[in-house]
Structure formats: C-alpha cells, structure tokens
C-alpha cells in the first residue's frame, strides 16, 4: 500500500510567506541595539535584496499566471529587478568607501522602479476621463504637484556638481510624475482599480513617495544612515508589490475603496494646499519678506495654490450646475425616446387644459411579446422608431410624452371632435405599418389602440382626463385592438369589467381557479385515442366560467401568458403521469405554447425540470405551436426546437395554413406534426379535397405526420382517412373533457371511430 503524497503547497504562497518573514526580520534588525557600524552597513545593505528578488519572482510568476495583466506584472518584475542592480552597486560602493554614495549611478537604477510599475498599470486603464471633467482633473493635478513641489523644495539639498544636480532634479521630478499618474488613475478612475491587487501597487507607490522625500531630507541634512528604520519603508514597498502579485488572480471589487476614493478625491487638492501654505508660514529662511524685497519661494507656490483653488471652487460650481440640469433633463424627459416624461407631461396637461385641446392615449398591441421574444435592444428600437412616427404624424405644436414602457400620449391644442379624430386616425395608420427594425429579421408587426377624450367637455383636470383616456384605451382593446375609440361614459362600465377581469386573472392560479379540459386526438387508421390536447380553463370564484376567447387575450396583453402557459405545462404534465401510472402508457399529452412563453431564454429548462420532476417521458409531451410564434426569428425557433427534440420531445405545427399559408417553412423548421386548421377541413365540402391532399403529400414527404382540427362529421373522417390523413380530433369524436372524464372514456373505450 503506497502513501498518498502530502498535498502541494501553492508556491505563490511560500514565496510571500518568505516575502513577509524577511521584511520582519529587516524591521527587527533595524531596531536592534548595540550594533557595529560595520555589522550595520554590511547588514542594512544586503537586507535589501532578498525582498525584492522575491517581490520580482512574484511578479514574474503573475504575469504567467494571468494573461491579461501580462504587461503589468512584467513591468512591475522589471522595476524591481532595476532597483535590485541598483542596490547591488549602492552596496558594492558603499563598502568600498566610508560616505555614503549618493548620488551615484546606483540611484539612475533606483529611479526606474516607479515609472515601470506606472507604466505597467497605464497598460491597464479602461476608460479615458471624460472631457467635460478634464479641466477639474488638471486643477486638481496641478494643485497635487504643486503641494508636493513645495515639499521637495524645502528638503532638497543644494547640488554641487552636474551629476548631483541631474540626480537632484530626477528624484522630484519622478515623484512628481509618480503622483500625477497615481491621481489620474487611482484616484479619478477608481473603478478600473478597484481590485486589491491594485491597491497593494498604490501602498508600495506611496511608500516609494514617502521614502524618496524623507531620504532627500536627511540627506540634505547630512542624518542619513544605512540600517535604520527609514529603510523599513523601501522594504515596505517591496512586500507590497509582492502581495499585489500575489493577489494578481482576484478581481473582486474593493468598495469600500470607491467610496474612499470618492472622498479623497473632493479633499485631496485642499490637503495640498493646507500643507503648502502651513510650509510656507512655517518656512525658517524668512519670514513673509526678505529683506531685499523678494517673496520665499514657497510663499510664493502657496500664493498659485490659492489661485488655482479659486478656478478650482469656480469649475466645480459650474460642473454641479451641469449636474442639476442634466438631473432636470432626465426628471422632465424620458431618456430613450427624447418625449415628455410622465410626470412633466402631467404638469404640462395640467397647464393646457386652460384651453380646448384633444388628449390621444397610445397603447402599443404586443410590445411585451417583442420585447420577450426579440429582445430589449429591439424593443428600444421600436419605442425609437415609435416616437419618431409621433412626431411625423403629428403637427407642430402637439405635445408629445411616453408615459409608460408601451404607453404615449399627445397632446392637441384647439382641436374639436372631427378635427381631432381625423389626427388620431393618421397616428394609428402611422403606427401600424411595419417596423423594418433589423436587415437580419422579418419587419415587426405591431399595432395601436389609440384613446381619444376632449378637454374641457370631458374632463377639467389632468387626472381625470389622462383616466378617460384609459377608459377609451382599454374600450379600443376589448373590441380587437389597432382601433381608434373616443372616450364614451356608457361604456366606462365595460372597460371597469374588463379591467376586473386583469385583476382577478392575475390572481387566479394562486387561487386553484385554473384546469385543463382534454381533447381526444384519434389515430383515424386505428380509431384509438393516442394523444389529448390540453386547454387552459378558467373558473372565477366571483367572475365564474370565463371562456378563453376571453382571458386568453387579455393574457397576452398583460404578459401573464407565459406564467399561465407555464402552469399549464406542468398540470398536463402531471396528468400524463396520472395516466401511465393506470396504463395508458400510449397516450401523449398536447401542450398549446405562446409565442412569448417559447421565446423565453430558459423555456427548454423549464420544460425539462418538468418532465424529470414527475418522471414522464419526453416522448409523452407534444408542444403545439403556431407558424407565428416560429417563423418571427426563424434561427433562434430552429435552435429551440432542436434542443426540445434532443430531448424527445414532439413538435406540433399548430393552426398551419392560416398565418403564412407558406408550404416552405415545413423544410425550413423542424417540426414532427403539422396540425390543418379547421377551415381547411370545413371548406372540402365546397371546395374539394385538392388542397388537404396536397398539404399531406407534401408533409408525408417531409416525414411528418398530419393531424386534422375541427372534424366534426362522419364524411370529414372519412374523406380525411381516404387522403391519408394521420390522425384527426373535433366534436365527432369527442368534445373537451375534463381529466376524470376522459379517464373514464379510455377505461370503457378506447376507440372512438
């Protein structure tokens, strides 16, 4: 029996683990009392190195590990690596001499850490600052490096040579730069580097910072020392580099930085100048004066400072007025469309009514189905293209709005009954031609119901004209929609019915009032019972039985379809176990689909959870649907369809023949049944039975099968059988039933020919 072998530790994790330990151990000896000078200088100078070969390690490590920060975390390892050699030579010439060697070449190395791990995070900036706000980032940059010049100014030693004086201008000016390039993206771009690994990056930056302007200071003073704790801080900056690299992989945003960032970028620009003026009151050459009449220098930064906080108080005034009117803009006009809001609008009516004026309620028929089926991106195209033809079909001086996702209203001033019909009608032939809203796709169809009320005579305030409107709306939907209907009191008690009837619709599957009546589909070759056809009933306890003729379109135009569709699916579903549990392990289960409920991305998902939570075969489900609901975007249909038959599941094309009459779309779109509609069965009395017999030859020759709807006489069967029809359903054989019954039906008999 062989031993497993001890899990492997993460590599990245034992370099930081030895990353920390030798930063702690740098920290410990720099506080360590008694120590030579030669112990200290031999000691204080090696201690530098293993840091940050080990941050270099680590960032070489990350940029193998994750591609898209290649370039950053390559040229945060080549900074180090440069800062490494630099140290290298600082060592080699300072145990060689008894100053200290500054300035050398060793510091032209020590000079190229922070441009490289700039550059490395300017690679991944995402977004530029946006150009109404560059002038407020330049103040607020100018302000920074100002403040910061007038630190370097007052610590700075006085050069003697031009190497000293190169290396003395070099040092500012990096950390000039570093500063700058840590404002622009960590403090003004926060959220491109949010992470924690880019914040790590910004502690070494600043650790840098601190540590160049504090090492000027005492060098200039003559105090600096190798091997004290001022060393801690370039240590510091190597462990925080090695921890970014080590946090390379996660990408988690910090928010609690945003916020910070969001602060420090309101104050960052006044705690420069607080610093910089407190350095000049503070400034030990002189007082306000010198005696020959000259300003101090920094006396003189802080007098610019004020200046510029000043511009700066004054664009930031003018930035927040922008603001506010861009917030009033958006508040009194809908952003996608460029029309009135709801509330504007409201105050604008409120206005008008002073005067005679027509008010148009626009509702879109089906913009919930293009939505769901086609997309949001297309159906903001068409609420675009909708207001575009608002706007052209209306005269100048109409007020325009969208109150709601599919809802408009218009406004006509002076207009009288005959006038103001005559403008709705050229509105509603405006809105229902076609929406040729893509080249990849058939133009969308959808129509209006225009309400239309006048004002003072029916109404003398906003609100009760905007609800006549509604009334009128929902009177033109009742009556078949893409109507236009004026606003009639009679009738206001017909639209409050229908408006009950949403109500109690929505709440009626919560409530048990919904079931499903079976129809039977007979195989007219066998004369058995093969299959039943599912339909939606409903049952109100206040309303009653309400025919589907009823509730089925009002379904749709609320969007309940889908939750309903889906309620059924499940209950037919469950009967289909029901009945193979008794037997009738023959019988297939038919399940009408909307076209809103089959262009739902998850819609195969959910067919499949229902099939394995009541453990029916796929083979046993046949969805129905109609030729409209297929061929609106024919490449997502044929990729659904395909993923229900992978399953097993049968395709029914429903009511064929009475949308696109197209015998093409049979090839184009996989389907296994093809339902005739009834009017082709009812017209072979007059007519002949050329045109069914040419529908079943053409499917038979495709491989599908043919079922005929609405068979409702002995010679329909007959003459359908004769054709060779597959199978038929109607009122002669069987009316729908409910599932007890049709259980007892298929106990007694289940042949019906």
Same mark, same amino acid.
């Given at each position: 029996?062989?031993?497993?072998?001890?899990?492997?530790?993460?590599?990245?994790?034992?370099?930081?683990?030895?990353?920390?330990?030798?930063?702690?151990?740098?920290?410990?000896?720099?506080?360590?009392?008694?120590?030579?000078?030669?112990?200290?200088?031999?000691?204080?100078?090696? &201690?530098?190195?293993?840091?940050?070969?080990?941050?270099?390690?680590?960032?070489?490590?990350? &940029?193998? =590990?994750?591609?898209?920060?290649?370039?950053?975390?390559?040229?945060?390892?080549?900074?180090?690596?440069?800062?490494?050699?630099?140290?290298?030579?600082?060592?080699?010439?300072?145990?060689?001499?008894?100053?200290?060697?500054?300035?050398?070449?060793?510091?032209?190395?020590?000079?190229? +850490?922070?441009?490289?791990?700039?550059?490395?995070?300017?690679?991944?900036?995402?977004?530029?600052?946006?150009? &109404?706000?560059?002038? +407020? %980032?330049?103040?607020?940059?100018?302000?920074?490096?100002?403040?910061?010049?007038?630190?370097?100014?007052?610590?700075?030693?006085?050069?003697?040579?031009?190497?000293?004086?190169?290396?003395?201008?070099?040092?500012?000016?990096?950390?000039?730069?570093?500063?700058?390039?840590?404002?622009?993206?960590?403090?003004?771009?926060?959220?491109? %580097?949010?992470?924690?690994?880019?914040?790590?990056?910004?502690?070494?930056?600043?650790?840098?910072?601190?540590?160049?302007?504090?090492?000027?200071?005492?060098?200039?003073?003559?105090?600096?020392?190798?091997?004290?704790?001022?060393?801690?801080?370039?240590?510091?900056?190597?462990?925080?580099?090695?921890?970014?690299?080590?946090?390379?992989?996660?990408?988690?945003?910090?928010? *609690?930085?945003?916020?910070?960032?969001?602060?420090?970028?309101?104050?960052?620009?006044?705690?420069?100048?607080?610093?910089?003026?407190?350095?000049?009151?503070?400034?030990?050459?002189?007082?306000?004066?010198?005696?020959?009449?000259?300003?101090?220098?920094?006396?003189?930064?802080?007098?610019?400072?004020?200046?510029?906080?000043?511009?700066?108080?004054?664009?930031?005034?003018?930035?927040?007025?922008?603001?506010?009117?861009? /917030?009033?803009?958006?508040?009194?006009?809908?952003?996608?469309?460029?029309?009135?809001?709801?509330?504007?609008?409201?105050?604008? +009516?409120?206005?008008?009514?002073?005067?005679?004026?027509?008010?148009?309620?626009?509702?879109?028929?089906?913009?919930?189905?293009?939505?769901?089926?086609?997309?949001?991106?297309?159906?903001?195209?068409?609420?675009?293209?909708?207001?575009?033809?608002?706007?052209?079909?209306?005269?100048?001086?109409?007020?325009?709005?969208?109150?709601?996702?599919?809802? %408009?209203?218009?406004?006509?001033?002076?207009?009288?009954?005959?006038?103001?019909? =005559?403008? $709705?009608?050229?509105?509603?032939?405006?809105?229902?031609?076609?929406?040729?809203?893509?080249?990849?796709?058939?133009?969308?169809?959808?129509?209006?119901?225009?309400?239309?009320?006048?004002?003072?005579?029916?109404?003398?305030?906003?609100?009760?004209?905007?609800?006549?409107?509604?009334?009128?709306?929902?009177?033109?939907?009742?009556?078949?929609?893409?109507?236009?209907? *004026?606003?009639?009191?009679?009738?206001? $008690?017909?639209?409050?019915?229908?408006? =009950?009837?949403?109500?109690?619709?929505?709440?009626?599957?919560?409530?048990?009032?919904?079931?499903?009546?079976?129809?039977?589909?007979?195989?007219?070759?066998?004369? =058995?019972?093969?299959?039943?056809? *599912?339909?939606?009933?409903?049952?109100? *306890?206040?309303?009653?039985?309400?025919?589907?003729?009823?509730?089925?379109?009002?379904?749709?135009?609320?969007?309940?379809?889908?939750?309903?569709?889906?309620?059924?699916?499940?209950?037919?579903?469950?009967?289909?176990?029901?009945?193979?549990?008794?037997?009738?392990?023959?019988?297939?289960?038919?399940?009408?689909?909307?076209?809103?409920? %089959?262009?739902?991305?998850?819609?195969?998902?959910?067919?499949?959870?229902?099939?394995?939570?009541?453990?029916?075969?796929?083979? $046993?489900?046949?969805?129905?649907?109609?030729?409209?609901?297929?061929?609106?975007?024919?490449?997502?249909?044929?990729?659904?369809?395909?993923? /229900?038959?992978?399953?097993?599941?049968?395709?029914?094309?429903?009511?064929?023949?009475?949308?696109?009459?197209?015998?093409?779309?049979?090839?184009?779109?996989?389907?296994?049944?093809?339902?005739?509609?009834?009017?082709?069965?009812?017209?072979?009395?007059?007519?002949?039975? &050329?045109?069914?017999?040419?529908?079943?030859?053409?499917?038979?020759?495709?491989?599908?099968?043919?079922?005929?709807?609405?068979?409702?006489?002995?010679?329909?069967?007959?003459?359908?059988? $004769?054709?060779?029809?597959?199978?038929?359903?109607?009122?002669?054989?069987?009316?729908?039933?409910?599932?007890?019954?049709?259980?007892?039906?298929?106990?007694?008999?289940?042949?019906? /020919?």
């Amino acid at each position: 029996m062989t031993t497993p072998a001890p899990p492997r530790r993460h590599p990245d994790r034992l370099l930081l683990a030895a990353l920390l330990a030798v930063a702690i151990a740098e920290l410990i000896f720099t506080h360590l009392p008694g120590r030579t000078d030669t112990l200290r200088s031999v000691v204080g100078n090696l &201690a530098f190195l293993p840091p940050y070969l080990l941050g270099a390690t680590l960032a070489l490590r990350a &940029a193998r =590990r994750v591609p898209t920060q290649r370039h950053l975390w390559a040229a945060v390892a080549t900074g180090q690596l440069l800062w490494t050699a630099g140290q290298v030579l600082y060592t080699s010439q300072h145990l060689n001499r008894t100053a200290q060697p500054f300035p050398s070449i060793a510091d032209l190395f020590f000079l190229l +850490l922070a441009p490289c791990v700039l550059i490395g995070l300017l690679t991944q900036q995402r977004r530029p600052i946006p150009t &109404a706000q560059r002038p +407020l %980032f330049l103040l607020d940059l100018i302000i920074c490096l100002a403040a910061f010049a007038a630190v370097s100014w007052s610590v700075s030693s006085a050069p003697t040579t031009p190497f000293e004086l190169a290396i003395a201008v070099a040092y500012p000016i990096a950390d000039l730069a570093t500063l700058a390039t840590l404002f622009s993206l960590i403090v003004w771009r926060p959220r491109d %580097f949010a992470s924690p690994s880019t914040l790590a990056l910004t502690l070494g930056l600043l650790s840098l910072l601190t540590v160049d302007v504090l090492y000027q200071r005492q060098i200039a003073w003559g105090a600096y020392n190798i091997g004290f704790p001022l060393d801690n801080l370039w240590v510091l900056a190597s462990v925080c580099f090695g921890l970014a690299a080590a946090l390379a992989t996660r990408q988690t945003t910090l928010h *609690a930085w945003l916020r910070a960032a969001a602060v420090l970028r309101l104050a960052l620009p006044y705690l420069g100048l607080s610093g910089a003026v407190l350095l000049a009151l503070t400034s030990p050459q002189l007082n306000l004066m010198r005696a020959h009449g000259h300003m101090d220098t920094p006396l003189l930064i802080a007098v610019l400072l004020l200046l510029l906080s000043g511009a700066r108080q004054l664009l930031t005034q003018l930035e927040s007025r922008r603001l506010h009117r861009q /917030l009033r803009q958006r508040e009194q006009y809908d952003a996608l469309t460029g029309l009135l809001s709801r509330t504007h609008f409201t105050h604008v +009516l409120h206005g008008a009514l002073r005067r005679p004026l027509a008010l148009l309620l626009v509702d879109l028929d089906g913009f919930r189905r293009v939505n769901d089926t086609l997309g949001h991106p297309t159906g903001d195209a068409l609420l675009q293209e909708t207001a575009r033809r608002l706007r052209r079909a209306t005269p100048p001086d109409a007020t325009l709005a969208r109150l709601s996702a599919d809802e %408009f209203a218009v406004i006509l001033p002076h207009e009288t009954a005959a006038t103001a019909g =005559r403008a $709705a009608h050229r509105v509603l032939n405006a809105l229902n031609e076609p929406y040729p809203l893509d080249q990849d796709t058939a133009p969308v169809r959808v129509t209006a119901s225009i309400g239309l009320t006048l004002c003072p005579d029916e109404a003398v305030d906003a609100t009760s004209a905007l609800r006549n409107a509604e009334f009128a709306v929902q009177d033109a939907k009742r009556h078949g929609r893409q109507q236009l209907r *004026a606003y009639n009191p009679a009738r206001q $008690a017909d639209v409050t019915a229908h408006q =009950r009837l949403e109500t109690h619709l929505e709440r009626a599957a919560d409530r048990g009032e919904l079931h499903l009546a079976y129809q039977p589909i007979v195989d007219l070759g066998s004369g =058995r019972i093969v299959a039943a056809e *599912a339909l939606l009933r409903w049952t109100s *306890a206040d309303l009653g039985r309400v025919p589907p003729t009823q509730f089925i379109p009002v379904a749709e135009e609320r969007g309940l379809i889908g939750d309903l569709g889906l309620w059924a699916l499940n209950a037919a579903i469950r009967q289909a176990r029901a009945w193979r549990d008794q037997g009738h392990t023959h019988l297939r289960v038919n399940v009408n689909v909307s076209p809103l409920q %089959f262009g739902h991305g998850d819609f195969v998902q959910h067919v499949q959870r229902a099939l394995d939570q009541h453990g029916v075969p796929p083979a $046993a489900l046949a969805l129905e649907l109609t030729e409209g609901a297929l061929i609106r975007d024919v490449h997502a249909s044929n990729d659904t369809l395909r993923r /229900l038959r992978a399953l097993g599941v049968c395709i029914a094309l429903d009511d064929f023949g009475t949308g696109y009459s197209s015998l093409s779309y049979l090839q184009a779109l996989p389907v296994d049944d093809v339902k005739l509609d009834k009017s082709f069965v009812s017209a072979m009395t007059q007519s002949g039975p &050329a045109l069914v017999e040419a529908i079943v030859r053409v499917a038979h020759h495709l491989g599908l099968s043919v079922v005929a709807e609405g068979v409702e006489t002995p010679t329909h069967r007959d003459d359908l059988r $004769a054709l060779g029809t597959d199978r038929a359903q109607g009122f002669l054989f069987a009316r729908p039933l409910d599932a007890e019954d049709l259980t007892a039906r298929l106990a007694v008999t289940p042949a019906l /020919l």
